[in-house]
């Protein structure tokens, strides 16, 4: 497949280099040269230093033969305008990253088809989204619905006092099936466990479960659940803006800003139920004079990974029970995570894991990149006569790489084990490690 990239920032480089990681023909695009070098340095990929909204420049990248072309530039107008040319140029598909909430709305999606672009993403829509589901259910790292909801994916971190605690898989009765474990997370690497692994107090544990018994793992992992009623939110970005709109409107938020002509701007496009402060979230004497104690959730969100990561940390100082930091320096994500931060959001990923369905199978329907996993959960449906069909599970030799969390079967959600058997149509939850979608997409088909 032949995919044209239009801008070398941070999702365009990291779009890149999961391409390449798969032999894709990958063409790199920015008008600045500095971008493209420090890319092309990590990375085997092709450049080309020209603007995307120049015909020229895009006739001379190929994107008349482009299987898909990708604008992620900072700039929203030079992505739409570049998804235009590339699909009027023979591109077969586009893809734009977005700043407007508007040009998502279903009204809008012919609209935009007409002009050529099929499909967009808006990262600080979706960042809010992950932080009220981090909200919503504070006594979990990760989250993801699958299948509507019929099947949930938890990452959860496994205390002391937990049943599993210091157990082998094989120890742990789980006779009806009430959850699956298909990853355990323990000093920054990530492992598909088998039988003779063990749980281990502090791991980050990934549940495969379903709506009837999810309400059972805090109590089997340690973890109490309690409700959030009481935010502050440090940093008035887009995706604040978004997370305080999204919120309940009976919860009490808090809202930071050091810039005193942004809090008057913030004021207008905030909800009734946000208090809008000119103060930084690591002020102490702030914190405690704002009665921080008895804030259930502090959110991070400025454009400085760093001041993120240090305001939840003196957040959780102060006893707050549950932390979310934007971390955009993908350096920074497993030292944030070792320092027990909470839950982690990264835009970068997010776009990424939306922009990499284009490049899949029909048949994978959905895909989510799990931050600090180092991983991806699919939905993928079983062709007749895949190899996937074969055998029970426990004898098909999966890659070490992967496994299976459970599957739809008509309508039913089910969660799996060594003897199942995957049938034709089955829409099965396949959790990747690394880069092994691809290998795991080739089971199916």
């Not at 390449?20 to 990929?45: A, F």
């Not at 959860?156 to 997370?185: C, G």
């Not at 002020?283 to 004079?289: L, T």
């Not at 895949?386 to 426990?394: A, F, G």
Request: net charge neutral.
């Amino acid at each position: 497949m032949r995919v044209v990239i239009g801008g070398a920032g941070a999702v365009g480089t990291h779009l890149a280099r999961l391409l390449s990681g798969e032999n894709q023909d990958v063409i790199l695009m920015d008008s600045d040269k500095e971008k493209l070098n420090l890319s092309k340095g990590n990375l085997e990929i092709m450049t080309m230093e020209g603007s995307t909204t120049s015909l020229k420049d895009l006739s001379e990248v190929g994107v008349k033969n482009a299987d898909l072309f990708i604008g992620v530039t900072p700039d929203e107008s030079v992505n739409i305008t570049s998804c235009m040319l590339a699909a009027k140029m023979g591109a077969k598909k586009t893809f734009a990253r977005i700043d407007n909430f508007e040009y998502l709305l279903p009204k809008n999606k012919e609209f935009f088809e007409s002009l050529g672009i099929n499909s967009m993403v808006y990262p600080e829509m979706l960042a809010a989204k992950e932080i009220v589901s981090a909200l919503k259910r504070p006594w979990v790292r990760l989250w993801v619905e699958l299948f509507g909801g019929s099947i949930i994916l938890v990452g959860v971190k496994v205390r002391d006092n937990s049943e599993l605690a210091d157990k082998y898989l094989y120890e742990i009765s789980n006779t009806q099936k009430k959850f699956h474990i298909v990853a355990i997370k323990r000093n920054n690497r990530t492992i598909i466990p088998k039988g003779k692994d063990k749980v281990q107090p502090d791991d980050i544990v990934f549940f495969t479960t379903t709506n009837e018994f999810i309400d059972e793992i805090p109590a089997i992992t340690g973890k109490e659940k309690f409700e959030v009623k009481n935010v502050m939110i440090m940093g008035g970005s887009r995706i604040a803006i978004r997370t305080c709109q999204y919120l309940p409107g009976d919860t009490n938020i808090k809202l930071l800003e050091v810039d005193k002509d942004k809090c008057y701007k913030l004021l207008e496009k905030v909800p009734k139920n946000v208090t809008v402060f000119q103060d930084d979230g690591r002020n102490s004497e702030f914190m405690q004079q704002e009665s921080i104690r008895n804030i259930d959730a502090f959110i991070a969100v400025t454009g400085n990974s760093e001041a993120n990561i240090l305001a939840c940390l003196a957040a959780k100082r102060f006893g707050v029970r549950k932390t979310v930091a934007e971390v955009e320096n993908m350096d920074y994500i497993s030292m944030a995570e070792n320092l027990n931060i909470g839950s982690i959001i990264n835009k970068k990923l997010i776009t990424v894991s939306n922009i990499y369905r284009f490049l899949l199978n029909a048949d994978v329907t959905n895909v989510k990149t799990l931050t600090f996993a180092n991983a991806d959960v699919a939905e993928i449906v079983a062709r007749p006569n895949s190899r996937i069909t074969k055998k029970e599970i426990k004898s098909l030799s999966l890659p070490n790489n992967m496994t299976i969390g459970g599957l739809m079967r008509n309508g039913e959600a089910m969660l799996v084990d060594g003897d199942t058997q995957i049938e034709p149509y089955d829409n099965v939850v396949v959790f990747c490690l690394d880069d092994a979608l691809r290998e795991a997409e080739k089971l199916f088909n």
